[in-house]
């Protein structure tokens, strides 16, 4: 996949993943973390586990990207604002119910309170772009 | 319960659900090369709206272009969820937010300023952490990345302590 625009294709693949799997249930997630109803933790398990296994055989074999380059594992580097914005975020996740990839999947499923939640997330990347200069100060990288 | 019923009327069991999107991480290197990843994108969002925006942190690498893979991807995401709802058959615009507006507000304004803050947490708290549940959790994890497991545990660690604050103690 080479143009911008041939992404909505795993876009609409990931968006049907999420709303099937329940991840755009604001029920799901206040049970998942009251320990009532534990359905997204199987879930999430299981996509872990999955994902563990398959990622294990694409690193073995290191196979080529349909980009015609061999496929990267390129991951999130780790710094002094990995757990804190980890805990930030949580926040923001129990509060709203949703995250970045699972409130577009509200707003699909016309879920209108998921409006507010979708601006907020862009205030909030811009709010730190504003701070940036000082976070960076403190040793938070991009 | 028919094949159509099980896969596009009802909600997906655990097992399913989290196969095809353990499956979707593979998949999206084998055919894109790229890592998943979501809250990035809302950066390429702001800057649709700041277009001339000077602030270094918004004209990082995945910046210099506004309309990169991961506007689609999101626009994607929105597309298939309500894909996934007219199938279902019964796409309505829903006010409500589940439980919340009959255990924490019934009144919209309210329920407006209370989704925008936790908004507002999600977006800040996710460009600290340097990714989102999709980046950390899903792909991290299981690439065995340290950041995956540490911003992960800050992610569980934040929702229990303010999910059992919000309903076992204040509402």
Known sequence: ?????????????????????????????????????????????????????????????????????????????????????GLIFGAGWGISGACPGTVLAQLGEGKILAVFTFLGIACGVYLFALLYPKLKKMGIPL | MTMYDFLFINPWPWWLGGALIGLFVPLFYLTANLPLGVSTGYGNLCKIVVRNTKLEALNAKPYKKIFTWRVFFIIGIFMGAAIAKVLSGDYTLITEMGRFNSTVTGSFTLSMLWFFTGGVLLGFGARIAGGCPSAHTIHGIPCLAPSGFLATAGFFAGGLLVVNLIYRILF
């Open chain 1, 1 to 85: 996949m080479k143009k911008p625009y041939m992404f909505l294709l795993p876009g609409i693949v990931f968006g049907f993943l999420l709303s099937k799997a329940g991840f755009s249930d604001y029920d799901l997630f206040m049970d998942m973390f009251l320990f009532t109803d534990l359905k997204l933790i199987w879930t999430m398990f299981t996509a872990i586990g999955v994902a563990m296994v398959s990622m294990s055989i694409v690193r073995r074999f290191k196979p080529r990207s349909l980009t015609g380059e061999p496929v990267q594992i390129k991951t999130k580097q780790l710094h002094r604002g990995t757990l804190i914005g």
